[in-house]
């Protein structure tokens, strides 16, 4: 009988998606600066479908992200995203906070 996932678990979502047959991309905060909403080591995950599970910004930049990573999952190229309260893009999809965050997404193959 196979474990069900801790669904608070980005990771643990990941891998039964990877395991079901699901197209996934993982979303790693790899640097913050000033006030950021999450830590350094939060993880989003993202499907071909655009369902997720986690949070790399408490929701400011979920969407870009989840955006970015449907890219990723077709092209199978990691990138990294930055997002910082000076940047356009970071007012128009809401990090107001005044800190910066950088993320790397990658397509996960199970």
Known sequence: M???PNILDPLEVAETWCSDGRKVA???????????PRPIGSHL?????????????????EGAVIAEAM??????TPKILEFGV?????????????????????????
């Open 2 to 4: 196979s474990k069900e």
């Open 26 to 36: 993982l979303a790693t905060v790899i640097e913050t600066w000033g006030s950021a």
């Open 45 to 61: 995950v993202i499907d071909e479908e655009g369902n997720f599970q986690g949070s790399v910004s408490g929701g400011c930049v």
């Open 71 to 76: 890219e990723i999952i077709d092209s199978g």
């Open 86 to 110: 000076a940047d356009e893009t970071a007012w128009r999809v809401g990090l107001s906070c005044g800190g910066r965050i950088r993320v790397y997404v990658e397509r996960i193959d199970g």
